[in-house]
């Protein structure tokens, strides 16, 4: 004979089940909110599954930090704050992040080691969120962050608790790698405060010009100076207003002893068998140089469909006869990437080898071979 078990007790019973698996469910996300806590920085990223590696884009470093639930995504030109929802039972992962103006960013997160993958749509104003990625193989309009975890930070111990002989060896229980990496993050800041000191003397002399120009009513110098402030600004081609000896002579000696700081570095991760160092370094090193890349002067166009011509480019134009009366073509420069903007609003992304000046790949086929004029016997 089966026993009578009281109805409060099966609700008992019932409840107490509930309660366990909430408790489970929570503890679930817990731990992998619990693994990602702390300062994160951007060491890759990909759009539309390609690699964005151009410099401009990774002057600024792109971070993510995770408070418990409450997280910052600083990607240079957008700040996102809120809190992060995490699904662990999803595979891939799912992460929400839940801004303070109630936007989502809806995605997906893979973690390894002291590596921290994060893959979403790119979110459009005015519309609902887009559809959250499948894999880490980004397609159109998705975006894919590779993040590094950032060392915790260590209290510093009062200068009488540490023996001289502890500071001597500090570097050699660093390591040898560890040592290449902060000469070459060193040279990197000392480089960076170098061009904002001249960019800083250049944009001020630029404002006296305009001050000036602007007691005298000089309307012609004024709309100079805008444009001059404009192509530097968007071409990196320096201003014709004014003088601008000084600031060559200064970038120029920069970028040398910034060039010998990455060879440096080069050398001796390669003796140190650091392979992977030096050739990331090796890459950084070319998307350097390429920001020495000039646009300017005459091409010879070819297209797969067999058009073929030659394209003249100015300082912020591009065109095709300057005996002929046209819409005017403009370019922009991204890092590597030459941006050429045609009047019907489309355009051509052409691509800078900083080992092959001059030759320019483009999309679809396109090719640019620069016309290099014969040299003037002497």
Same mark, same amino acid.
């Given at each position: 004979m089966t026993a009578f078990i009281p109805r409060w007790v099966l609700l008992a019973l019932l409840l107490i089940g509930v309660l366990s698996s909430a408790r489970s469910q929570d503890r679930a996300k817990e731990k992998p909110l619990s693994a990602l806590q702390g300062s994160w920085t951007a060491v890759e990223a990909e759009l539309g599954g390609a690699l964005i590696e151009d410099a401009a884009f990774w002057r600024e470093k792109k971070t993510f930090k995770l408070k418990e639930s409450a997280f910052q995504l600083v990607l240079a030109d957008s700040t996102f704050e809120g809190t992060a929802q995490? $699904? /662990?039972?999803? $595979? &891939?992962?799912?992460?929400?992040?839940?801004?303070?103006?109630?936007t989502e960013l809806r995605g +997906?997160? /893979?973690l390894k080691d002291d590596r921290?993958?994060?893959?979403?749509?790119?979110?459009? !104003?005015?519309? =609902? &969120? /887009?559809?959250?990625?499948?894999g880490f193989a980004t397609r159109k309009e998705e975006f894919k962050f590779v993040f590094r975890k950032d060392a915790e930070p260590q209290p510093e111990k009062p200068a009488a608790d540490?023996?001289? #002989? #502890? !500071?001597?060896?500090?570097?050699?229980?660093?390591?040898?790698?560890?040592?290449a990496k902060v000469k070459l993050e060193r040279a990197k800041m000392g480089y960076e405060s170098d061009l904002n000191k001249l960019r800083t003397k250049l944009l001020a002399a630029l404002e006296r010009k305009e001050n000036d120009a602007r007691k005298d009513g000089n309307k012609k110098l004024v709309d100079q100076i805008e444009a001059d402030r404009k192509t530097l600004d968007?071409?990196?081609?320096?201003? %014709?207003?004014?003088p601008t000896r000084e600031f060559e002579v200064g970038v120029k000696k920069a970028r040398e002893e910034m060039k010998s700081a990455y060879a440096a570095a080069i050398k001796d991760f390669t003796r140190q068998r650091l392979d992977a160092e030096a050739q990331r370094t090796e890459q950084e090193l070319n998307l350097f140089l390429a920001e020495e890349f000039n646009f300017q002067g005459s091409w010879r166009v070819r297209h797969a469909s067999g058009w073929t011509g030659v394209r003249t480019v100015q300082r912020d =134009?591009? +065109?095709?006869? &300057? !005996?002929?009366? %046209?819409?005017?073509? @403009?370019?922009?420069?991204?890092?590597?990437? +030459? @941006?050429?903007?045609?009047?019907?609003?489309?355009?051509? @992304?052409?691509?800078?080898?900083?080992? $092959?000046?001059? @030759?320019?790949? *483009?999309?679809? *086929?396109?090719?640019?071979? =620069? +016309?290099i004029p014969p040299q003037k016997k002497k």
């Open positions: 995490i $699904n /662990a039972e999803t $595979n &891939p992962q799912q992460i929400t992040f839940v801004t303070k103006g109630d +997906i997160y /893979a921290l993958t994060l893959c979403w749509a790119v979110w459009i !104003k005015d519309k =609902r &969120p /887009a559809e959250r990625p499948t540490a023996p001289e #002989s #502890s !500071k001597l060896t500090e570097t050699k229980k660093s390591g040898p790698d560890s040592v968007e071409l990196q081609l320096l201003p %014709q207003s004014i =134009r591009v +065109i095709d006869d &300057p !005996k002929t009366k %046209q819409s005017e073509i @403009h370019w922009k420069r991204t890092g590597t990437t +030459i @941006h050429v903007i045609w009047p019907g609003g489309g355009g051509e @992304h052409l691509a800078i080898d900083p080992k $092959n000046p001059s @030759h320019l790949e *483009g999309e679809k *086929g396109v090719k640019w071979d =620069r +016309i």
